[in-house]
């Protein structure tokens, strides 16, 4: 080796401390001394951060936000209907028809932006409590499970619910058994909406003699291709339809007609019969019918190995080595899927502690850690929302039930690192004291190459200084 | 009296919206109000900012500007030999000050002024910061005290003293106008805020992660492309024209604002540094011209102080730059200034006559300057001063037109 390229190793090498990887790979970055606490036994201290979250109370429930829905959509009927008499009645009067549209005009978007509100706010509570928590590696978790169940804010009624699902459904069963959460999930308002099973009715129910209507396989097919088994995992269309009829009648009530909001089983949508799922036969009767294949489902190989692949993937590398995944699966099998049990079996094999830098942050990850690493006291909401925007993972908006990509190669392009950048260039610039040899030191600690050290201590400016550490690929990668 | 209880009134009532939208009506299109947290005092106009009041403007250039390449001393036999490289670098003729100093000729502007007499040009000086790191250097020239002191400006210490207000363009408070609670921050929420300095400085931090470094490369050649001619322009002259046009329009406004400070980086010249210069002066010269003509009439009774954290090295380095040093150059232009003049002692290059036998001498200090500027343009007494400048008393020069030199 020349003496250049002797050097250039020396300048560039990085490898990554035990409590870096604790705190940055697993975890959302280092806050306050995490590093330091971490260092004496990297393993122990991140398993012990497994621990339950809580969110904002005071916010609504996934009910109440139905309840203002289904109301303002009677309110809007009853308008149509007034406007409809009122145009048979007077259809000359220019002006009342002008009030009555205006009505109408602020009533729409009064809902619409309530939605978007309760939207921003829960997305920034979540946010917020990823930044300030001193046990990230469970908000870490919550976000993928978040993004495994992914659902969108398309039209009205999932704008105001899907931040819904998360709180209510996930976060609950985050480190439980697998089977509870995705029944949890499953049987979410947020979920069932979606995916369009809440008006998905057996050919030969009650309901689909009276009414023409009749079975959606939607939300069968994705519970099957993206919650558990996974597209290669082995089932037919025959499968997509057993579990599609297993689960019809799993609706959501109407609170106009029924009392309160919220999951609802409605027993003459129900497929009558016993079903066949995977070669297994279900002659339950009603709703347990679906949950049974659910819980089978949960605890099928091919989920082990398609959760355990996606959560690796995840934390750890995009491509896992075999012998981790093989860890992961047999703490699946054997504990019935218990969650924490398997993400203990990650953080405990040595394959997941490679020292050289192995994921490139999402922009998710990016925020939340930059936050973390700066530790404003005061963060403003919109700022907070604004930047995952302009980075391009605005909460809600994966568009596709598969969620976001967890792959580099969607979020390092060009155009995203520029917008990265702006972003990093941006809130360098708001900070006060700013103080990139202290923030460098609380969020790599040592695992950092001379070459960015020297980058960063020789900047020009402070700003310029901070703007480099968000910037630097130990930060930008864990 | 009485104007000093309104003021706490009015201070006591923070934000209000009328100030916030009449500065988004004056900051103008393209440039929307991010942060005015503006006291009501302002918006009420309680302390009214009086047309021709004498108004300062503060501007920072980090990165430590290379006076030596600024303001040339062609007749200094030492400067050839120091620089053979830089000092046959410039591509027009050099704009020729008295005493066989020069300008660079991109500052075409400055030169004008100059000959009009109302530019002052000073060279060798230093803040006193006796070290060479950037951030200490900056905070050192913005805290005015001798010693860094990350709370309190000077300029902030000088607006409290005779109850001016100021106006910050930047996201958040610098140094300078720190302590002082009549100030406040404004900065262009539609500006991108990357420029060509972070790029450049990424490329080099990239330089040994192969994906980082090409999606940067592959970046800015977009960025490139989807520029228009006329943004291509706009980008020579960077954004500083940008924020010293809104500066302006946001001093005469109906706020009337007496003081604003701004920053612009880009001088840390380690390498390539007669292209970079060329095109920094250019946009600085640019925004100061904006600065000019968008104060109108105002522009009678403002200075400008321009001043950097420390100098470069005398001699040019291996990769067509300079270093880190100490003495450097300020700048004191406005049509209140008395110039035409280079001012300040030159103390000459030879081996012997360099601070540490590698960096111009300091031969005057920044604040004694500064201080001359806060006493004949603000009419601060002695006692005064030595509460914005405890170290330092002013110069006896004039500096100001008009004045009487105290």
Known sequence: MSDNSMY????????????????????????????????????????????????????????????????????????KNKKQQSKNNQSNSEMSKKVKSDNKMNKKGMVN???????????VDTLNRAIQSSHSVSWRLLDFFSNHFSVSANGRLMVGLSATLEREAIAPNLLGKFEDLLLAVEQHPAMLIYLNNEKSFGPNSRVAKKRKIGLNENLAREIMELHTLGVDGGYSQEDVIELAKGITGWSVKNPIKERGAGFTFRAHGHEPGSRTLLGKEYSEKGITQGQQMLRDLAINPATAKYVCFKLAHHFVSENPPASLLNKMETTWMKTGGNLKQVMVSLFSADEAWSASAQKFKTPREFVISANRAIALKKIKPKVLFNSLVSLGQQPFTAGSPAGFSDDESDWLGASALMARIDWSTMVSGYLKRSNAEKVMTVSLGDSVSQHTYQSVMRAESRQQAMTLLLMSPEFQRR | MKYSNEQQINLSEKSSGLSRRKFIKMAGTGLAVLSFPMSSAFAKGSIKANKNSPKIVWLVLRGALDSLHTIVPTFDPQYKKLRPKLSTSFKTPLLPLEKGFALHPSLINLHQWYQEKTMLPIVAVSSGYPKRSHFDGQDFLESGKGEIDQYSGWLARAIDIKHKKALAVSRSTPISLRSSDQVNTWYPSKLKDADDDIYSALSQLYQYDESLKEKLKKGLEVKGLVESEPSKAKKRNGKFIELTKACAKLMIGDEGLDCAMLELGGWDTHNNQSNRLEQKLTELDNGLAALKSGLGEEWANTVVIIGTEFGRTAKENGTGGTDHGTGSALFIAGGAVNGGKVAGHWPGLKEDELFAQRDLMPTSNSFGWIGSVLSQHWQFSEAELKGVFPQMKSYDKKVIKGSVRC
């Open chain 1, 8 to 79: 250039e190793k020396s300048m560039s090498s990085i490898s990554y401390s035990k409590a870096y990887i604790a705190v940055n790979r697993f975890g959302y970055g280092a806050r306050g001394d995490e590093l330091v606490q971490a260092k004496a036994n990297p393993k122990q201290w991140i398993i012990s951060q497994l621990l339950p979250i809580a969110f904002n109370s005071s916010l609504p429930h996934s009910n109440d936000i139905f309840i203002e829905f289904a109301n303002y959509r009677k309110a809007q009927k009853q308008q």
């Open chain 1, 113 to 123: 932006n309530s939605a978007r509100h309760i939207l921003r706010s829960m997305s």
